[in-house]
């Protein structure tokens, strides 16, 4: 797809559900956010739900964590101008309390609506939910972390939440490890599953028929379409 294609279609997507009043949620938020960054990136980070800082701003991955991803990212010569970020919630569940399994069968779609547009190389899954969401699983995000997985061929590499990293040294340790494993797969040429097994140190698991099959549906017919001011987020 050519490029300001994409960001075309993720700009009228944004436009289609920012209002959106498909759950509850929608009734406590200060904003609704939808994900920032590069509609043509090759990757897509992944958390769970905007907190607090983030239903204000109205952007992902603000405050303490969002500095911590800022840091990994320039630890493997990117910036969160050539990545996109979204959650699996656009909105903040009150209290910063967990998603709710019917709030993610709600907004996924959302998410990967996100996904079917940018088409990125890898989907970094990060903690337990986006992981168990996008690999299909009810595992822990401990026995996952740092392991390739192939869906559909896409790679996904689930790593540990930032924000569950920072004050835990050693969770610290392996998501930095981890984060040179995001540069290894994009650093790859062509299609990952012509030559991913070919990688040393990347444990790769083949999800291919494990069911996620990362298509957007649902119903959508109450979301409006009104102007916005979250433009320059992407
Ligand atoms: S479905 Fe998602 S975007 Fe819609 S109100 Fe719920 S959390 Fe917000």
């Keep these: 797809m050519e ?3 994409k960001r075309e279609r993720l700009k009228e997507f944004y436009f289609k559900i920012k209002d959106c009043q498909l759950c509850e949620l ?6 609704f956010v939808f994900g920032s960054g590069n509609a043509n990136s090759p990757v897509i980070f992944i ?9 204000i701003q109205g952007k992902p991955f603000v405050g303490q964590a969002g500095r911590l991803l800022d840091e990994l990212l320039f630890s493997i010569e990117l910036e969160r ?13 009150p209290g910063n309390r967990d998603p709710r399994i019917e709030e993610i069968n709600i907004c996924k779609n959302h ?8 088409d990125p190389k890898l989907l970094c899954t990060m903690g337990k939910f986006s ?3 996008i690999i299909n699983t009810s595992a822990g995000i401990t026995g996952l972390r740092g392991k390739i997985f192939m869906v559909n061929s896409r790679a996904v590499l689930p790593i540990n939440h930032p924000a569950a990293a920072l004050y835990t040294p050693s969770r ?15 650093g790859m040429k062509g299609k990952l599953t012509d030559g991913i ?16 099959t990362l298509r957007a549906g649902g119903d959508e017919s109450s979301i409006s379409q009104n102007k916005d001011e979250q433009l320059g987020l992407f």
Excluded: H, W
């Design 81 to 93: 101008s050539e990545i996109f970020i979204a959650n699996i919630l656009k909105c903040r569940p």
């Design 172 to 186: 610290m340790v392996v998501l930095r490890e981890d984060f040179q494993k995001i540069k290894k797969v994009l």
């Design 26 to 31: 929608y009734k406590s938020r200060t904003n």
């Design 111 to 118: 998410l990967f609506k996100q996904i079917e547009i940018i």
């Design 47 to 55: 958390g769970e739900a905007p907190g607090k800082n983030e239903d």
């Design 197 to 212: 097994e070919n990688i040393e140190d990347l444990e790769v698991v083949d999800y291919s028929s494990s069911g996620s």
């Design 131 to 133: 992981t168990q969401l």
């Design 3 to 5: 490029n300001n294609i």
